[in-house]
């Protein structure tokens, strides 16, 4: 008789698995369905999504990362899409729906390479040389941009809010953004930085779109501190405090002892002296305007009210840095330290109703590195959804700014890309020729996207697109207002090259890590399996 053999179990109970060919499938299908959930929303055609989350918050967009952060996507392999588009906004601030369309695209061709019994590692590697030589063949293609050609930058800014809800205005909106862009950059060892960070973008219910304006200035959420100051002071001197104007606590527990009145009217007059001599150093610096990021005590602000000095209160950090770039002030963290020499200048500070909340405007900055652009409009999901078409345009901006070259857009960059890949591909000689080939393919996934979203039959005008191509017309795309091929650099379609550049860079990288993948282990529960009796097995497990 044969003797019986005990089953191993090395995974807890509850542990799920698929390996080889059946895990692959599975990361493939997860992928794709993330691609194909933000595709609908390419190019200007492309159509918004509303999520609704566990709250009843509604959200409406088309923007990728948008799309994914809100969605809570679950499963690991569609979780690595959703990171491209992470790294997409990161980085670059737009192009995510690209990016992620991309990489799903990416996988779908190695899908039919990998029922061709192509090896998965030779698909990498060939993935890999394609990404490589797409990134020779975008520098080279790539066009130069100049900091004076601002009708080439207001194109770029165009390009980046055209679909996004903000063509009815985006001729103020893409001004707004260039001349944000062109005021907050600093030069640096003769190479331009721009950091977006200084481009404050706060938005109020209220007015229509073309009411937003570029405040040369910070606008705080924030109102003064007592009525009787002055609601406008003109050719404000500023003072920056990080400290408060209060008796600070002790930090210890302390007793006083208190025997008689007197002595408790002493206490209270030392008190009020110890702030009368705080608010005396701000008024000898010679300060009209004061910004603290702490408290400011009930007297002080009377004090501060009987001279005219306008004060606000608990202003965030980051606002407090904003104001020191915009009015070059001298962030303060002791009173003691405070004299003219370290208070900034603006034209104007004044406190305004918008809609129905109060704010302090500080304009008229002579050289302001930092600025702020009011977003207006109708609703909340209207003002959202401008928001982030602003910031995807000053993104694109300051990527288009800092790498000095710029590509067209419609679909015109990766048609070429795709062709010159093709041309590469016939100099290899191994079976890595089929995966430069699939991901040359791979890449026309955004013409034809483009087409498809405006409702065009996108079989024609791919055929119209490389025909063009062929005919060294570099920038012939889709423009899908007309439904025409035509020259999308005359057309004014421009895009920063760096988003082109970080897409294929991500978009391969994560579709390489996903078909490398042939074995998916989920963990079950923690304590799965603790106390089970030897020779029982869990299920699935034997």
């Not at 779109?209 to 570029?214: D, G, N």
């Not at 002790?250 to 208190?258: L, R, V």
């Not at 025909?467 to 889709?478: I, P, S």
């Not at 082109?500 to 923690?526: H, N, T």
Request: glycine share 8%; charged share 30%; with cysteine.
């Amino acid at each position: 008789m044969a003797q019986q053999v005990q089953p191993v179990f090395i995974l807890a109970e509850g542990t799920q698995r698929s390996t080889g060919r059946n895990a692959q499938r599975n990361n493939i299908m997860a992928a794709k369905m993330v691609a194909e959930t933000v595709r609908t929303t390419l190019g200007p055609k492309g159509m918004d999504k509303m999520i609704v989350d566990s709250m009843g918050e509604i959200t409406v967009t088309n923007d990728g990362v948008t799309i994914l952060e809100e969605m809570q996507i679950e499963h690991p392999a569609a979780k690595m899409i959703v990171e491209v588009a992470k790294t997409q906004e990161k980085e670059v601030g737009d192009g995510t729906t690209t990016a992620v369309v991309l990489a799903g695209e990416l996988l779908k061709q190695a899908e039919d390479l990998l029922e061709k019994e192509v090896h998965p590692t030779v698909l990498a590697r060939g993935y890999r040389l394609a990404a490589e030589k797409a990134q020779e063949i975008l520098k080279e293609i790539a066009e130069d941009i100049h900091l004076t050609d601002k009708d080439l930058l207001r194109k770029i800014a165009v390009t980046a809010m055209t679909g996004k809800g903000a063509e009815a205005a985006k001729d103020k909106l893409s001004a707004i953004a260039v001349d944000a862009i062109v005021r907050v950059m600093d030069k640096v060892d003769a190479r331009l930085e721009i950091d977006t960070d200084n481009i404050k973008i706060e938005k109020k219910v209220g007015g229509g779109i073309e009411e937003s304006e570029l405040i040369t200035g910070i606008i705080l959420d924030k109102e003064r501190v007592h009525p009787a100051m002055p609601k406008l002071v003109h050719n404000a001197k500023i003072a920056l405090l990080d400290t408060a104007i209060e008796i600070k606590d002790t930090e210890t527990d302390a007793k006083i002892q208190i025997t008689d009145p007197s002595q408790m009217q002493a206490f209270l007059d030392s008190e009020e002296r110890m702030l009368r001599s705080m608010v005396d150093k701000i008024i000898a610096s010679g300060a009209t305007v004061v910004f603290c990021q702490k408290a400011i005590d009930d007297y002080a602000q009377h004090l501060l009210a009987k001279k005219s000095i306008l004060a606000c209160r608990r202003i965030k950090k980051s606002d407090v840095e904003k104001l020191s770039r915009a009015t070059g002030a001298t962030i303060i963290s002791s009173l003691d330290d405070l004299s003219d020499k370290e208070l900034g200048h603006a034209g104007s500070v004044e406190e305004k109703k918008v809609g129905d909340e109060e704010l302090t405007y500080v304009t008229g900055c002579k050289n302001p590195k930092a600025v702020t652009i009011l977003i207006r409009g109708g609703t909340d999901h209207v003002i959202d959804e401008i928001k982030r078409a602003m910031s995807d345009a000053i993104g694109d901006l300051a990527a288009a700014i800092k790498l000095g070259s710029v590509v067209a857009g419609g679909g015109s960059t990766e048609v070429e890309l795709s062709k010159r890949l093709r041309d590469y591909s016939t100099k290899l000689s191994g079976r890595e020729q089929l995966a430069v080939t699939a991901f040359a393919n791979a890449l026309e996934i955004i013409p034809r996207t483009l087409a498809e979203n405006a409702g065009l039959d996108p079989i024609d005008l791919l055929t119209e697109l490389k025909a063009a191509h062929d005919k060294d017309k570099k920038w012939f795309g889709v423009d899908v207002f007309t439904g025409k091929v035509v020259d999308s650099w005359k057309a004014g379609v421009i895009e920063p090259l760096k988003i082109k550049v970080q897409a294929i860079q991500s978009a391969s990288e994560v579709a390489i890590m996903i078909l490398r993948i042939d074995d998916v282990i989920a963990g079950g529960p923690r304590d799965a399996g603790k106390g089970m009796p030897p020779g029982h097995s869990p299920e699935g497990m034997e």
